[in-house]
T-cell receptor, first 111, second 116 residues
Framework: SQQGEEDPQALSIQEGENATMNCSYK?????LQWYRQNSGRGLVHLIL?????REKHSGRLRVTLDTSKKSSSLLITASRAADTASYFC???????????FGTGTRLTIIP | EPEVTQTPSHQVTQMGQEVILRCVPI?????FYWYRQILGQKVEFLVS????????KSEIFDDQFSVERPDGSNFTLKIRSTKLEDSAMYFC??????????????FGPGTRLTVT
């Protein structure tokens, strides 16, 4: 099994709707981070949530973390066309410093 | 806003040739990283670098790979003898602090390496 699996793999919604993406992981973590990647471009850091935190907000983004279920969710409220991108979760395990990325969710916002 | 820059944006090379990918991390950052993303696959960690030495590396980062910080601003990834399977997007990242990466890593736009 791989550390960091997002679902769904692809999501299409109407502009203005909320988008929810989920991430599951296998081992205990130090923190979990969400990144956005526009097609063919670099990764943009969105939000970091530590293992002792349960929820974090940043603008239209809301991230939750359930360490008992080893899962996280990213909610984008009031979606915009510019939110169209791939979204990745990345975990950092204790005693380590590398990011381990998931497979990503491709989000398409339909104007 | 400060950002990580990478050059070139696209590099085409023949199998067996050496390539050097260049990165300029954010100026006050102390931890530097290389990742790669083969087309359609996950982003994979290659190596982390702190205080002029490798702090962690993955199985991918074999003897064909090396990293260097030749001056106060550049951070390079060298592949000595490229293989077809080295074709990927290579991302440089930096963070202000790290060690156990409680801090965000900021990524550059990537260099697309094509080995023919």
């Amino acid at each position: 099994s791989q550390q960091g699996e997002e679902d769904p793999q692809a999501l299409s919604i109407q502009e203005g709707e909320n988008a929810t993406m989920n991430c599951s992981y296998k081992t205990s973590i130090n923190n979990l981070q969400w990144y956005r990647q526009n097609s063919g471009r670099g990764l943009v850091h969105l939000i970091l949530i530590r293992s002792n935190e349960r929820e974090k907000h940043s603008g239209r983004l809301r991230v939750t973390l359930d360490t008992s279920k080893k899962s996280s969710s990213l909610l984008i409220t009031a979606s915009r066309a510019a939110d169209t991108a791939s979204y990745f979760c990345a975990t950092v395990i204790r005693g380590n410093e590398k990011l381990t990325f998931g497979t990503g969710t491709r989000l398409t916002i339909i104007p | 806003e400060p950002e990580v820059t990478q050059t070139p944006s696209h590099q085409v090379t023949q199998m067996g040739q050496e390539v050097i990918l260049r990165c300029v991390p954010i100026s006050n950052h102390l931890y530097f990283y290389w990742y790669r993303q083969i087309l359609g696959q996950k982003v994979e960690f290659l190596v982390s670098f702190y205080n002029n030495e490798i702090s962690e590396k993955s199985e991918i980062f074999d003897d064909q790979f090396s990293v260097e910080r030749p001056d106060g601003s550049n951070f390079t990834l060298k592949i000595r003898s490229t293989k077809l399977e080295d074709s990927a997007m290579y991302f440089c990242a930096s963070s202000v602090r790290g060690g156990r990466s409680t801090y965000e890593q900021y990524f550059g736009p990537g260099t697309r390496l094509t080995v023919t």
